[in-house]
């Protein structure tokens, strides 16, 4: 079966070639021998079996070992995940050599397993293909059972990997109504909203009035001056508040006509005052003094 003492066979075989490089399948035989392994430019080395004695010291080739015995009740299919890693990345610095003990069984299983994920074969196109440039490959049963069950999960992950690929960037779109808001930015929001609604209704009783003409900040800013000058009146008014009311007032005027001036805010009885010549008149109710220049 094994035809190791055919004139034909050899310790490793060209799989296949990607990049330039080269994957190469082979027995201890060829691992041993550091100067083929050099002339054909293998820099990584996967050595699927146990007990193999099998290092490089030297340096300058990425040594890996999986310890599996060749049995049918061994687990190869664990390993298939990292070997196929490793044979691509092997595959970008240079040529790859992957054996065990005679290059028939385990170390052919990885190399099968990886021609299916990368090629999209099943495992009988695959496992012919290799057979057809190492004829002494033969997996055992066991480890053939689990080739057919990697097939399987290959097409599985291959049916859910347009899935995979939707589902993180619908969770990255956010819609502008699920951003939250901080509670402040809540609460002026639903004030102004119940604020234009009362300010658009109609009132009762008269038709045609309607507080819709007045906008919610011209109303914020109506009750924002009553309040000034609410505060303004509640306080002693001082000599400098005085000359520049008297200023603000004069300007307002056209003439050196006296005109009437109101106080804006009711805070009790009404003040009129005059302004002729200097001459300051002032209502007999008022508790507090207000004095004009």
């Known amino acids: 079966m094994f035809r190791m003492f055919d004139p ?64 049918e009740s061994a687990n190869i299919a664990r390993l298939f995940g990292d070997t196929c890693h490793q044979i691509g990345e092997g595959l970008k610095r240079g040529g790859v050599l992957v054996h065990c003990a005679a290059g028939v069984s385990r170390s ?75 509670k402040h930015e809540q609460f002026s929001i639903q004030y102004l909203e119940q604020k234009a609604k009362l300010l658009l209704k109609p009132v009762q009783g008269n038709p045609t009035f309607n507080s819709g003409y ?16 609410a505060k303004v009146g509640s306080q002693e008014p001082k000599q400098n508040s005085i000359t520049q009311n008297s200023t603000r007032a004069n300007s307002q005027f056209k003439n050196n006509n006296f005109e009437p001036s109101f106080n804006q805010t009711y805070q009790g009885p009404q003040i009129v005052t005059y302004q002729r010549n200097k001459i300051i008149e002032k209502m007999p109710d008022i508790k507090k003094k207000t004095f004009y220049k």
């Open 8 to 71: 034909m066979y050899q310790s490793m075989n060209q799989i296949l070639e990607e990049n330039g490089n080269i994957l190469w399948l082979g027995d201890c035989t060829a691992a041993y021998d550091r100067n083929l392994l050099d002339g054909r430019g293998i820099k990584t080395v996967l050595t699927v079996a146990a007990g193999l004695n099998v290092s490089y010291p030297e340096g300058g080739i990425v040594h890996k070992v999986y310890h599996i015995l060749d049995i």
């Open 108 to 182: 052919a299983s990885a190399v099968i397993a990886y021609i299916m994920k990368t090629t999209g074969l099943n495992f009988q196109e695959a496992f012919t293909y290799v057979r057809k440039r190492r004829s002494v490959v033969f997996p055992n049963y066991g480890f053939q059972r689990q080739l057919r069950n990697y097939e399987k999960d290959l097409k599985q992950l291959k049916l859910k990997e347009p899935q995979a690929i939707d589902i993180p960037i619908k969770q990255t779109q956010k819609k502008p109504q699920e951003i939250p808001m901080d």
């Open 214 to 229: 007045s906008t919610p900040q011209k109303q914020f800013q109506k009750q924002r001056m009553l309040y000034q000058s």
